[in-house]
């Protein structure tokens, strides 16, 4: 980490201004270049005048100037390159593959930098800064966020890259396990995906005229149909057709224990949410296709407005009869379930083809859609952080999850402002 605050204050000039090398050479500081998050040199094109003379290439930044043996630098060519190696510590000579010595320079830069980040480092709250970010300008905060959006974005996006190659580039089928999985909402999130992988899209679209059928393979795989003491009548039609249907295609149920109903209202229990999966599902033909073809946000949110079949409007689980009520999505889970599946597939299909307008639209598409209400979106409203709809609770989810919560503050826009303060 003493590594890391040294390029940090490389990157954004706060070491002090009279740079010398170690041999008392003076040192103009043009570009720092480009920080490199791959192997290799820690920036890229930088550009200095040593002593009068203009030098273009690489920096490597080290804490002690003996880790450049350490990492055996002086025997890689990709180290050729460096004009110049910033160190804490200059405690012995560095040299590269043609025994060239290279300039070192030690740094010093003001003690509240250290003070500022060890404060973030060791804070007991789960958001470092929460005192002080609500005072960043809002236009600051705001370009941060639509970062750290595209970073959401493109890390589910390689998500959906793992599953495309698993199923031979289909994008269809791809879509099906996505939308299975977001069905669980958290909690059975996993479980619902393990139902996906298991029953191909393929056996669901030729009972696309049944929904019987559907319902069938739905609760037969995710091992909800193994009561033969069960007295319901629906529930004997759908295990006599999984019978068959499980025969013909080889299938073999999951384990039923995995989903959870703890904490969970009536409303959110698997067998309503599998139900209402399996109506959306029996108009699924095409859907990725339909959802790509689609510009209109508000056409692609009546896509998923399923009710769940006539049994389960007086029903929560099988068996147990209750005062009639539809089974919509809540318009709360309905737009997590938009969230969580249709601006991820736009903006993986649009990086795939090269195709900027279906990126856009996925961005687009989540400004359309209401913030997400969670711990983490109230911890940060509470911040005074702006949270308009649905790009911004994305973002403020990837704050929190791949900033806050590993400490990674040097590499935060947020984390850059704070270890500024004097």
Known sequence: MKESILHYVWQFRLYQKDLKTTSGQSIEVIDVGIPNMNEGPDFFNAKIKIAGKVWAGNIEIHYSSDEWKHHKHHTNEKYNSVIL?????????????????????????????NENYEFLIHSNTSVPCCNFIGSLPKLHINSWLNNLLFERLQRKANQIYFLLEKFNNSWEDVFYVLLTRNFGFGLNSDSFERLALSLPLKYIQKQAD?????????????NMLNDNDQSDEYYRKLQHEYEFLSNKYNLKPIDTLLFKKMRLRPSAFPQIRIAQLACLLQGSQGLFSKVVACKDPGRIRLMFHNNASEYWQTHYTFGILSDKKSKYLGDSSLDIILIN????????YGKKINDEDLCERAVEFLETLNAEQNSITRHFASMKVPIRNAADSQSIIQLKREYCEIRKCLFCRIGHQFLKIQ
């Open 85 to 113: 190696h910033i160190v804490k510590k200059a405690n012995c000579d560095v040299v590269n593959t043609k025994n060239e010595l290279i300039p070192q320079c030690e740094i010093t830069y003001p003690e509240y930098i």
């Open 341 to 348: 599946t249709v601006a991820p597939i736009l903006f993986a």
């Open 210 to 222: 049944n929904i019987i059928h559907i319902e069938a393979l739905l609760f037969g795989q995710a």
